[in-house]
């Protein structure tokens, strides 16, 4: 029965947003590879990939091993020169550290639609290893969209700069050590079709022209670094992932109306101080609305097969499963039985119509909690943005050091000179809607939306967290308490 909740709600989140959030647990490399995959609109061609998993699969024996990496040699003897020359294939350099090596340099990641190299998504600094793998659920191609796609006025610098950094055709020459090494393991590409993207609003919002400006200003900050390119493909990858999160967070707000989320950055060190615990409220608000979304979208599916549906429930969901093209309910079908439980136990309609969507959302959504609130905390754990990693329920804004670098990169303009820190922290509220604590209106701000911080302990974090931008080289504290956030360093990865 979940199965067939969840396609229906998949397909609706899909229809209005443009990507899915209850299929598979999300991962950057997931989106680095499908937003590849959608700018050079090509897949490589992975027989020699196959070879090598096999060659270095740990629980395969060590003769289908060494049979695997002698295939390889022989299909490709010119590319491996005298590492594939070795008499004792077992003990030699290639078998023991060379290709080993190079699996873990592509940390591949199985995915949940298979485990051959064809649905993987590879830890890869080049389109040459882009897959098929959809474990996106339209991320990347949303994404793509989100910054102008291929054609036209809307196209941001930020998918030039991907193009160029990932270019199947590269010269080896231009190409970075990784590229280098992994371009021996395709035979070659091959065209690939990419999906459109089926937003039902295919203009852009408030909210997303914000996350398009934070592309325009990391490009620049990219353009006068220049720093190596896995570096810079790494930091893209990473707002890519930021910019689904802030997107995804907000379809509550924008979608349905409910009160706008701020979330306070965590600098405390402290996971029992008083600013840990506040953040730690911001983000339970925040999954909790994304929860309720997720209602409010069902109750809207459940209406548009019977518009008093909470009269009529086992109707209306029957309706909405015959919808997606699947077999109705039987009669004695256990969630029947618990549909017909909570209408009769229920005080009125507007009861049934709570009770029943909650019932319906936990079976879509299973024990792996599948629904947007689970999508955005696996998302944000895995950007960086959001900890602890451990299986702590309790979540709070506390990025990692990179995530923090693309967080500010996306908010200044290098351009400019730098801006002082109270300034930045008022365009940091704005275009990622992060409160730290310094500015004047944060305490009221958080108020507003149920978390009481005394004004005291965030003026602390707000210092604690200039300090912490010092150390990553974006801040500088000048005379007279005055300091200012920007590119500092000549030279700064």
């Not at 649905?119 to 949303?142: E, I, M, Q």
């Not at 909690?369 to 905390?377: E, F, N, S, T």
């Not at 908010?411 to 922290?425: C, G, K, M, N, S």
Request: with cysteine; hydrophobic share 40%; aromatic share 4%.
């Amino acid at each position: 029965m979940s199965k067939q909740l969840r396609k229906a709600l998949t397909e609706e989140l899909h229809k209005r947003h443009g990507y899915k959030v209850m299929e598979t647990k999300i991962k950057p490399v997931h989106l680095a590879n499908a937003l590849m995959r959608s700018e050079h609109r090509v897949v490589g061609r992975m027989s020699v990939l196959q070879q090598l998993f096999e060659g270095t699969l740990p629980r395969n024996s060590l003769d289908k091993r060494v049979a695997a990496v002698r295939s390889m040699i022989d299909s490709q003897r010119d590319r491996w020169g005298a590492l594939g020359q070795a008499a004792d294939l077992k003990a030699s350099p290639l078998m023991t550290k060379v290709l080993p090596l190079i699996r873990t340099l592509l940390g591949a990641d199985g995915a949940a639609f298979g485990t051959s190299p064809e649905f993987s998504s590879f830890s890869s600094p080049t389109a040459l290893t882009v897959t098929g793998d959809p474990s996106d659920d339209g991320g990347g191609a949303f994404i793509h969209a989100l910054w102008g796609g291929h054609m036209g006025p809307a196209r941001l610098s930020i998918l030039d700069l991907l193009s160029d950094l990932s270019s199947p055709t590269k010269d080896a020459a231009h190409m970075d050590d990784l590229s280098a090494l992994l371009a021996p393991l395709v035979d070659k590409t091959r065209p690939r079709t990419t999906a459109v993207v089926d937003g039902e609003n295919l203009e852009y919002s408030a909210v997303e022209n914000k996350l398009r400006a934070a592309a325009n200003c990391l490009c620049a900050y990219e353009k006068e670094l220049q720093p190596n390119p896995i570096s810079s493909l790494q930091r893209i990858v990473l707002l890519a992932a930021l910019s689904l999160f802030a997107h995804a967070a907000t379809r509550a707000h924008e979608g349905a109306g409910a009160t706008e989320r701020i979330l306070l950055l965590d600098a405390s060190n402290d996971q029992n101080s008083v600013i840990a615990q506040a953040s730690t409220r911001c983000v339970a608000h925040l999954l909790g609305d994304a929860s309720e979304y997720m209602a409010s979208v069902l109750n809207d599916l459940l209406t548009a097969q019977v518009p008093n549906w909470p009269e009529m429930p086992v109707a209306a969901v029957n309706g909405l499963i015959e919808s997606a093209g699947l077999t109705p309910l039987e009669p004695g079908h256990a969630l029947v039985r618990r549909i017909e439980e909570i209408a009769n136990d229920a005080d009125g309609p507007e009861e049934v119509r709570r009770e029943v969507a909650d019932e319906l959302i936990r079976q879509a959504e299973g024990s792996q909690r599948r629904g947007l609130d689970g999508y955005l905390k696996m998302l944000g754990i895995r950007s960086g943005f959001l900890y602890p990693i451990q299986k702590n329920p309790h979540k709070r804004l506390n990025p990692a050091d990179r995530t923090l670098e693309v967080l500010v990169a996306s908010t200044i303009d290098v351009a400019a000179p730098p801006v002082e820190y109270r300034d930045f922290l008022d365009q940091l509220r704005q275009r990622w809607g992060i409160a730290v604590g310094g500015r004047v209106d944060d305490a009221s701000e958080l108020a507003r939306v149920g978390v009481q911080v005394p004004p005291r302990a965030l003026s602390e974090n707000s210092d604690r967290f200039l300090t912490r931008l010092e150390s990553l080289g974006l801040a500088r504290r000048l005379a007279d308490s005055v300091a200012v956030v920007g590119l500092l360093e000549a030279h700064h990865e």
